[in-house]
């Protein structure tokens, strides 16, 4: 896979804007949910996964071709992402928890027709609170942890794609995790 997305590279390099929708195809799912499950909120993760693929073509000749174009592609949605989360105002979304409420959203206002079994109800809310918390880890732990875990990532492509070395996304990740446990003790 990676022989053919090199070569898309090298077409787009040469003005091919086709070949670029190629790699936006295979990877646009992958870098959105790297982006969800760090911002938390679908509506910003697709603007920054459409983001990093803008910034991706318009930065495609710093592209090292003996690395991996994955991991320069998360690397972009990451950092992107993290930017956002520190620079990030409260916006007011249908899927956005209501405040004094145990979990519910603006959807679970909205008339349904059909009542959800009550195990798939528990283990959507389980996700949510999980992933809550994970959201109110500091960016440095959230990052490796939604990387390492929710997007099965090896700790040598986490280290790329932050820029930072591997002994430290270890680090990274056992303090995560260990906050995580922390938060996440009652449940």
Not at 57 to 80: G, P, Q, V
Not at 130 to 154: F, G, N, Q, T
Request: glycine letters at 4%.
């Amino acid at each position: 896979m990676e022989t053919m997305i090199n070569q898309k590279i090298k077409e787009v390099r040469k003005g091919d804007q086709s070949a670029f929708e190629d790699i936006v195809s295979f990877y646009q799912n992958k870098v959105y949910y790297i982006c969800y499950r760090m911002i938390g909120n679908a509506y910003e993760a697709e603007d920054l996964a459409q983001e990093a693929f803008i910034r991706a073509y318009t930065n495609i000749h710093t592209f090292d071709e003996r690395r991996k174009f994955s991991t320069w592609l998360y690397r972009i949605a990451t950092n992107l992402t993290i930017d956002r989360i520190r620079k990030k105002k409260p916006d007011y979304y249908l899927d956005a928890e209501v405040r004094g409420t145990d979990g519910l959203d603006m959807y679970s206002q909205l008339a349904i027709d059909q009542a959800l079994p009550e195990e798939e109800v528990e283990s959507l809310e389980l996700q949510s609170y999980i992933h809550r918390e994970i959201l109110a880890l500091p960016p440095k732990y959230r990052s490796v942890i939604v990387l390492r875990y929710l997007d099965e990532l090896a700790l040598q492509e986490i280290a790329e794609i932050l820029d930072i070395p591997i002994g430290t996304v270890k680090t990274r990740v056992h303090r995560g995790r260990e906050a995580l446990r922390k938060r996440l003790r009652h449940v």
